[in-house]
C-alpha cells in the first residue's frame, strides 16, 4: 500500500533558489478570501468582470470560423518576437517612439507584462545589484527582484510618486559606499501607480529622467517604465510617456499590457526595448517559451486594427470612474472624520492608498487585520509595498483596489473598514491608558 506521507521541502532537493524564496503575500490574501465566500476582498487588484469583453471577443472568435487561412496560420508556432503586425501597431500607439528612432524590432511581445519584467530581470541583473523603486511599489516586481537576487532600494515618494532629489541623493549615497557599479535601473509606474495610485506629472517625469541621466555619464542607468495603468485615466489630460519627454531609447524599457485594459485572461504583454537588450532577451526568452501564445497575439492584433481596444477603454472609463467616486465618497463619510487618516484623489488606475493614525499599524499580523477580517473586508496591508532597504515601511498604511467590487460592496466594504479602524485605534487608546495607570 503506498505511503501518504507527503516529504518535508527538505527532502525534496528543492534548488538554492526555490528554497530562499518566501512565500509570497498575494498567496495568503487570496487564501484569506477564499475562506469566507461572504468576505468583501478590496485587496484583489482584477479588473471588473462584468466589464469583460465578452462580446467582442465571441465577434473576433467569429472570424476564424470564417477564415480557415487566418485560423490555420493563428493555431502554429509564432517567432520568439511576437506577431509583427502587432509589434507594429504597439509601436504606432506609444507616444514618442517613432520619434526617437525605434522600430518594431524593438517590441517583443510576451505572456503578461509581469513575463517581460522577468525576462528583462533575468539578462540585465546579477545576484546582488541594485534596482531603486518608489516606497511604495509594486509588491509582485519587489518579490520577482527577491527571486533574482536583486536588492531592491526605496526612494521616498509623494503624490507625484519619486521624488528626483531623493533618487539623486540615494545614488550619491550609494556610490560614497563603492555599489555604484551594480545600480542597474529604476524602476517606475509612472501613470497611476500601483499601489498608490500616484500619476507622475511631466515636469516631474523629466526631472527623474534628468537625474539617470546624470548618473549615466560614466555607466548606464536603465529606466524600467511600467506603464500598466497607462488606459485607465478617468479626468484630465493625459501625461506623455517617457520616450515622449525625451528620455534615451538606449536606456529606457517601456512595459505594456493588455490585462487591465482589455482582458488579463488573454495575457498579452509587450515590451519596447533599447537595441543592446533585444538579443539577449529574445536568446533567453527562446530557451523559456519558444514565443508567447501566438493565437492570443493574433487577437489582440484584430481587435486594435477593428478598434475594440479603443471602444472598451470609454467603457472601462465610464464603470471605473463610478467605482472610484463611490469608493471615495465612502471613505468621506466613514474614515475622514477619523483623526490621523489621510488619503489621495486619484484621476485613474484601480487602487486608493490609505494611511491610517500612528496608533493602527495594518500590518497582517496585527488587531486591524483581525477586526477586519471579524468585520468581512480584506486589504492589502502596505507593509508589504516597500523594498527591505531604503525608505523605511510605512507599517499604518493600505491599498484598496475598487477594480473587481460591485458599487454597493465598495460601499459597504469601506463602512466595515471604517467601523474596524474605530474599534482598533479605542482599543489601543483604552490599552495605552491602562499602561499610563499602573506606571
Same mark, same amino acid.
Given at each position: 500500500?503506498? =505511503? ?11 534548488? #538554492? ?6 512565500? #509570497? ?7 484569506? @478570501? ?41 493555431? *502554429? ?15 504606432? #500607439? ?5 520619434? %526617437? ?58 503624490? $507625484? ?11 550619491? *549615497? ?32 523629466? %526631472?527623474?529622467? *534628468? ?33 515622449? +519627454?525625451? %528620455? ?17 485572461? +488573454? ?29 492570443? *497575439?493574433?487577437?489582440?492584433?484584430? %481587435? ?10 470609454? !467603457? ?9 467616486? /463611490?469608493?471615495?465618497? @465612502? ?13 489621495? !484623489? ?24 483581525? @477586526?477586519?477580517?471579524? $468585520? ?10 516597500? /523594498?527591505? $532597504? ?19 460592496? +465598495? ?18 487608546? =483604552? @490599552? /495605552? ?7
Amino acid at each position: 500500500m503506498p =505511503s501518504t506521507h507527503r516529504p518535508s521541502t527538505d527532502r525534496i532537493g528543492l534548488s #538554492q533558489r526555490a528554497s530562499a524564496l518566501p512565500e #509570497q503575500p498575494i498567496n495568503r490574501l487570496m487564501a484569506a @478570501a477564499l475562506a469566507n465566500p461572504r468576505l468583501i476582498s478590496l485587496a484583489a487588484g482584477f479588473v471588473d468582470d462584468a466589464t469583460l469583453p465578452i462580446d467582442e471577443v465571441t465577434g473576433l472568435l467569429r472570424q476564424w470560423t470564417e477564415d480557415r487561412d487566418l485560423a490555420r496560420r493563428s493555431l *502554429q508556432y509564432g517567432s520568439a518576437a511576437g506577431d509583427p503586425r502587432l509589434r507594429a501597431l504597439l509601436l504606432e #500607439q506609444t507616444p514618442g517612439a517613432k520619434a %526617437a528612432g525605434l522600430t518594431p524590432e524593438h517590441v517583443v511581445m510576451t505572456a503578461g507584462s509581469n513575463s517581460l519584467l522577468h525576462l528583462v530581470g533575468e539578462v540585465l541583473f546579477d545576484p546582488g545589484d541594485f534596482v531603486l523603486c518608489a516606497a511604495p511599489t509594486y509588491f509582485v516586481y519587489l518579490g520577482l527582484l527577491q527571486d533574482l537576487g536583486v536588492r531592491a532600494v526605496g526612494i521616498a515618494s509623494d503624490r $507625484e510618486g519619486m521624488l528626483p532629489e531623493a533618487l539623486d541623493e540615494r545614488l550619491r *549615497q550609494l556610490t560614497a559606499a563603492g555599489e555604484r557599479p551594480r545600480v542597474k535601473a529604476v524602476y517606475l509606474i509612472p501613470y497611476f501607480d500601483n499601489p498608490a495610485a500616484t500619476n507622475m506629472s511631466a515636469a516631474r517625469r523629466e %526631472a527623474i529622467w *534628468q537625474v539617470i541621466d546624470r548618473w549615466s555619464l560614466e555607466q548606464p542607468l536603465y529606466l524600467i517604465s511600467d506603464d500598466a495603468y497607462q488606459g485607465l485615466r478617468y479626468r484630465g489630460p493625459d501625461e506623455p510617456t517617457m520616450l515622449g +519627454i525625451g %528620455a534615451d531609447p538606449e536606456r529606457t524599457i517601456t512595459c505594456g499590457t493588455f490585462s487591465k485594459t482589455f482582458s488579463p485572461g +488573454i495575457r498579452v504583454g509587450w515590451g519596447i526595448l533599447p537595441s543592446g537588450l533585444v538579443e539577449p532577451l529574445l536568446r533567453k526568452k527562446s530557451v523559456v517559451d519558444f514565443g508567447s501564445p501566438y493565437f492570443n *497575439q493574433v487577437l489582440m492584433r484584430k %481587435a486594435l486594427e477593428q478598434g475594440l481596444i479603443a471602444s472598451h477603454e470609454k !467603457r472601462l472609463h465610464a464603470a471605473y470612474r463610478q467605482k472610484l467616486d /463611490a469608493m471615495l465618497d @465612502a471613505l468621506d463619510q466613514h474614515l475622514a472624520p477619523i483623526p490621523g487618516v489621510r488619503y489621495e !484623489r486619484p484621476d485613474g488606475g484601480l487602487y486608493v492608498w490609505l494611511h491610517l493614525p500612528a496608533n493602527v499599524p495594518a500590518t497582517i499580523d496585527g488587531r486591524l487585520w483581525q @477586526a477586519c477580517a471579524e $468585520e468581512g473586508v480584506l486589504y492589502v496591508p502596505g507593509e508589504f509595498c516597500y /523594498a527591505t $532597504e531604503g525608505e523605511p515601511q510605512d507599517r499604518c498604511s493600505m491599498r484598496l483596489s475598487f477594480g473587481v467590487q460591485s458599487v454597493p460592496k +465598495i460601499r459597504e466594504g469601506i463602512e466595515l473598514l471604517g467601523r474596524a479602524v474605530r474599534h482598533a485605534s479605542a482599543a489601543d487608546s =483604552s @490599552a /495605552a491608558g491602562l499602561q499610563t495607570s499602573h506606571a
